[in-house]
C-alpha cells in the first residue's frame, strides 16, 4: 500500500455519522425506498468537511456520503483561545445559528449538530444559539456556512494595510488642498492691493491734471 493512498489520509480525520435517514420517492412504478446519509469530517485543527449522500441501502449512503465530505473541507480560522473570531449569525432555510466568541475555560455551549461541528473543527470555547427549526441537517449546514464565511487574517492585515495606505494618500491631498487655498488667498490679496493702488494713482492724476489748469480770463462787457 502506498504512503500516500486514501486510507491512510482518512486516518487523519474524524468522521461521524450524524444522521441516517429512510425516504421514498414515488415514480409510476411505485414508491422506490432509498436511504440518506450525513457524514461530517475533521481533524479537530481547523478543517471541517459534510456530506449529504443517498443510497439503497445505509453503506452505500454512508460511503457515498463520506466521499463527499472530503471533497467539500475548507480550513476554519480559529483564534488563539480556540474559539471563533468573532459574532456571526447565519440563516439556512428555516434555521437560523448564532456563534459569538468566548474567553478560555468556557468550553462549548452548543447542542444538537452544531456541538458536532464545532468539536470537529477544533474549537474549545464557543457560545451558540440554535433559533427556528431543531433539524439536524439544516442546523449543521447553517453552522458549516456561518464557518465558511469567517475571514482569515490575511484579510484582515491587507485590509489594514490598505487602511493607511489610503490614510497617507489622503494627507497628502488635504495637505496639497491647504496649499493650494493659501495660495489662492494670497494671489486674492495681491490683485485687491493692486487695484487699490490703481485707484489711488488715478485719482492723483485727476487732482493734477485740475490744478495745472489754467484760469480764463474774465469775459469783457
Not at 480525520?13 to 414508491?31: A, C, K, M, S
Not at 453503506?59 to 471563533?84: C, D, H, L, W
Amino acid at each position: 500500500m502506498r504512503p500516500w493512498s486514501k486510507d491512510r489520509v482518512k486516518k487523519e480525520f474524524d468522521e461521524v455519522l450524524l444522521e441516517v435517514r429512510r425516504v421514498t420517492r414515488v415514480t409510476t412504478g411505485g414508491r422506490k425506498m432509498s436511504f440518506r446519509a450525513t457524514i461530517l469530517v475533521g481533524n479537530k485543527k481547523g478543517k471541517i468537511g459534510i456530506g449529504v449522500a443517498k443510497g439503497p441501502d445505509v453503506q452505500a449512503a454512508v460511503s457515498k456520503a463520506s466521499r463527499e465530505a472530503y471533497k467539500t473541507m475548507f480550513i476554519v480560522p480559529i483564534t488563539g483561545n480556540q474559539t471563533v473570531p468573532y459574532l456571526t449569525t447565519t440563516k439556512y432555510k428555516a434555521c437560523v445559528i448564532k456563534l459569538l466568541p468566548a474567553t478560555a475555560g468556557t468550553g462549548l455551549k452548543a447542542g444538537s449538530s452544531v456541538r458536532a461541528v464545532l468539536e470537529l473543527a477544533g474549537f474549545e470555547n464557543v457560545l451558540s444559539k440554535i433559533m427556528g427549526s431543531n433539524n439536524k441537517l439544516n442546523n449543521a449546514m447553517a453552522t458549516i456556512i456561518a464557518l465558511s464565511t469567517y475571514k482569515h487574517a490575511e484579510h484582515f492585515n491587507k485590509r489594514l494595510v490598505t487602511k493607511v495606505r489610503h490614510e497617507t494618500t489622503d494627507e497628502k491631498a488635504e495637505h496639497l488642498k491647504e496649499v493650494s487655498s493659501a495660495v489662492k488667498e494670497i494671489q486674492a490679496k495681491q490683485q485687491e492691493v493692486a487695484v487699490e493702488n490703481k485707484s489711488v494713482e488715478v485719482k492723483v492724476e485727476k487732482k493734477v491734471e485740475k490744478k495745472a489748469a489754467p484760469k480764463k480770463a474774465p469775459a469783457k462787457k
